[in-house]
């Protein structure tokens, strides 16, 4: 999607944090130098900042620049009066500041998204599905003067997930990889990514399953000292957990193995591994597996609990 700078106010909104961030990033970069990046730049949460604060930010003009960046986090949490001094700013914004709103969710009746929607732009990131993450490889390689096999994008996700900051990162090393080669190809993909993150997450669960703490806790220090953020992790397991739920489901209906291979993702040589995993674990232990892998992910962005003890307390609560 197209980023218009000429634009003074925006509403970024959906689920996808990374494709938000690089949005902003993009803005930034064609808005703001390096010098005086530092005085002309503002990043505020909904929950910590009033409306006037914020409007009176964007009314001070740029310090040895052409414009001023002003970002509001979390501006759902917004307050009705805060929200009403920001749609009278937005009937009359300064021209040298450019105003950005981060959502999650945006309220499409909420009157400051109807102010956005009129004297604005809203951008929306929708959480992209399966087929839309293969483009959205594709796409981004393209983008970097290379191709990519449908084969090697397929390996790609298999090896990563669809976190697309995991996959932005592996995108960015196979390209380094491939030097001046055009294509980019599964072996490739094997080289450099590999399939350790994958048996890795597979080993972890399959522990997690058999109850074996222990043993859980060391294949999750190997995670980590391997460099795997607690982000990504989590995501991994949540992607293995997910595809629990949906074969406990699919094998009470007693589909084909086919079917099983095709709707899981999972190669016919693989399945019967995964297929014992899956009588591993309850659905009522998925369901508090959910809830616990969700706490996890909000302690490491906003309890200021350390990720590695995050990470530890989620392995703990998952095996009991």
Same mark, same amino acid.
């Given at each position: ?5 000429? %634009? ?12 938000? =961030? ?12 390096? =010098? ?27 310090? %040895? ?48 998204? !109807? ?33 990519? %096999?449908?084969?090697? %994008? ?14 932005? !990162? ?82 009470? !209906? ?7 291979? !095709? ?58």
């Amino acid at each position: 999607m197209r980023i218009d700078a000429k %634009s003074l106010v925006y509403l970024i909104d959906g689920e996808e944090e990374f494709l938000k =961030e690089e949005a902003i990033r993009k803005l930034e970069a064609e808005l703001l130098n390096d =010098e005086t990046k530092g005085f002309n730049k503002a990043i505020f949460y909904g929950r910590d900042v009033d409306g006037a604060n914020i409007v009176s930010q964007a009314r001070t003009f740029p310090f %040895s620049g052409s414009y001023r960046l002003i970002i509001v986090k979390d501006a759902q949490m917004l307050s009705a009066s805060d929200k009403e001094s920001l749609i009278a700013y937005l009937k009359n914004p300064t021209e040298s500041t450019c105003l950005i709103l981060v959502t999650r969710k945006a309220d499409r009746k909420d009157r400051l998204y !109807q102010a956005f929607a009129r004297y604005g732009r809203i951008i929306s990131f929708d959480k992209l599905y399966d087929d839309q993450i293969n483009r959205w490889i594709a796409e981004r390689v393209r983008n970097r003067g290379k191709k990519i %096999s449908r084969a090697a %994008s397929r390996s790609l996700r298999e090896n990563v997930g669809s976190d697309l900051r995991s996959l932005a !990162q592996a995108v960015e090393k196979v390209i380094t990889y491939v030097g001046e080669r055009d294509e980019i190809t599964t072996k490739d993909i094997e080289e450099v990514v590999g399939r350790s993150i994958r048996y890795k997450i597979f080993d972890l669960t399959d522990a997690i399953g058999r109850k074996k703490v222990d043993e859980a806790l060391r294949i999750l220090s190997g995670l980590v000292h391997d460099g795997k953020k607690a982000p990504e992790i989590i995501g991994m397991l949540f992607w293995q957990m997910k595809r629990i739920w949906t074969a406990k489901g699919l094998l009470a !209906q007693k589909v084909s193995r086919e079917r099983l291979s !095709q709707d899981l993702k999972v190669h016919n040589f693989f399945l019967k591994d995964f297929i014992a995993q899956t009588g591993k674990f309850r659905m009522d232990e998925l369901e508090r597996g959910f809830e616990l892998l969700l706490k996890a992910d909000i302690d490491t962005k906003t309890s200021g609990m350390k990720p590695g003890v995050a990470l530890e307390l989620l392995v703990i609560g998952l095996c009991r």
